[in-house]
Structures are given as C-alpha cells and as structure tokens.
C-alpha cells in the first residue's frame, strides 16, 4: 500500500514540473530568436494599433463644420480647423485648401499626394510583422532539423538505443516546430487586423475627400 501511495505521489511531482517554462527549455537554442520574433511581433502590434486607432479617429461634425466655413468664405479659419485636428483625414483636407484658386485636378492631385504620405505612415513597419509571420516557421523547421541531428548524433555516440535518447530530440524537435507554427500564425494575425483597420481608414478617406471636393463646387457666400 505504501509503494502505491510512493508512486503516486511521484507522479504527482512530475506532472506539477511539466510546466509551459520547463516545456521550452526543451527546445534548445532554437527556442530564442522564435521567442525574440515573437516579441518584436507583438511591440509592432501593439505600437502600430494604438497608433491607427489613433489616427482614424474622426469628429463626426468634421466636414459639417468646414462646409460651414467654406460657406462663410473663412478659408483662414478652416485650414486652422484643420491643423488643430491631428488625424489624416485633416491632414489631407488641409492640403486641399491650400491649394484653393488653383484648378480642381491640382487640389485632387494634392489631397491623392498627402493621402499616399498617410497610408505610408499607417503601413509603416508592417512589412516586417509580415517577414515574422514567414520567418518563425523556418527557425521552427530548423529545430526540427537540428532536433533530428540531436538525436542521431546521441544515438551514434552511445553504444545502445533507450528511448531517453530519442525523446531529447524528438522533444527539441516537435517544441520547435509548434513554437514556430504559433508564433508565425499570431503575428499573421496581427498582420491582417492591421491591414484591415488601415483598409477601412482609406475608404474613410476616400469618401470624406469626395465630399470636400463636392463642397469646392458650391459658391462661397460674399
């Protein structure tokens, strides 16, 4: 009764150690730049998030209330409108109506010009949240190799096969290669969200620069 009792309290403990920690260390050296990758992956999330949702932010009486300067002939007054604002769709109406006098396709060509310097702020860094999402699953792939050159290496050196052996790099090599998988999967994620929030920015974009262009067409009062 007592080596039954011994032995369950011994597997007890073994569970209990079979930590998330204690199950990466079983990964090797592979395991740091996947663990890196991840946490660039996840500071270029979180830093190009907020910065986005920052800058999409928009006053809903916005062009209501530049309309109504337009109307009054206060050009002076909507640019400064404009600059207090601090968000892209701002910046690109400013733009416009410094170019006020000139021929419509001129102001459209300069609204077109500050809206690809916005997108490109907005995109900024996403490419290399796109490369992780690539490249985690190769460092993963090379655990896996790496993993498999473990084991063979053990099992040439020792005069016979136990299964201690083959689990060292069978264990290197499977860690390795979900660690991969889920770190390149999560910043892919994050990669689509970013791409989708800056996607729906642009067609805001587009619709509130279609509606000051239409605004340009009415006369200003004397």
């Known amino acids: 009764m007592s080596s039954i009792l011994n032995l369950i309290l011994l597997q007890t403990a073994s569970q209990e150690e079979f930590t998330v920690l204690s199950l990466l260390e079983k990964g090797g050296y592979v395991m740091y730049p996947i663990l890196f990758l991840f946490s660039v992956a996840l500071f270029l999330f979180i830093e190009r998030y907020l910065y986005i949702r920052k800058t999409t932010k928009i006053d809903e009486n916005f062009l209501h209330n530049i309309n109504e300067l337009l109307v009054a002939g206060n050009i002076q007054a909507a640019v400064a409108y404009c600059k207090n604002s601090k968000f892209p769709i701002a910046n690109m109406l400013e733009r416009g109506l410094g170019r006020l ?64 052996t083959i689990a060292s790099g069978i264990y290197e090599k499977m860690v390795t290669s979900a660690s991969g998988l889920i770190v390149g999967i999560i910043a892919y994620v994050m990669y689509t969200l970013l791409t989708t929030m800056i996607d729906r920015s642009i067609n805001k974009m587009e619709i509130v620069a279609m509606d000051f262009i239409d605004l340009l067409h009415k006369p200003a009062k004397k």
């Open 101 to 164: 006098g000139s021929p419509i396709r001129e102001i459209e060509s300069a609204i077109e010009n500050k809206a690809k310097l916005e997108i490109y702020n907005m995109e900024k860094n996403l490419g290399l949240l796109s490369s992780i999402a690539r490249i985690a699953p190769m460092f993963g792939f090379l655990g896996t190799v790496t993993g498999m050159i473990r084991t063979f290496h053990n099992i040439s050196t020792s005069n016979k096969i136990e299964i201690s």
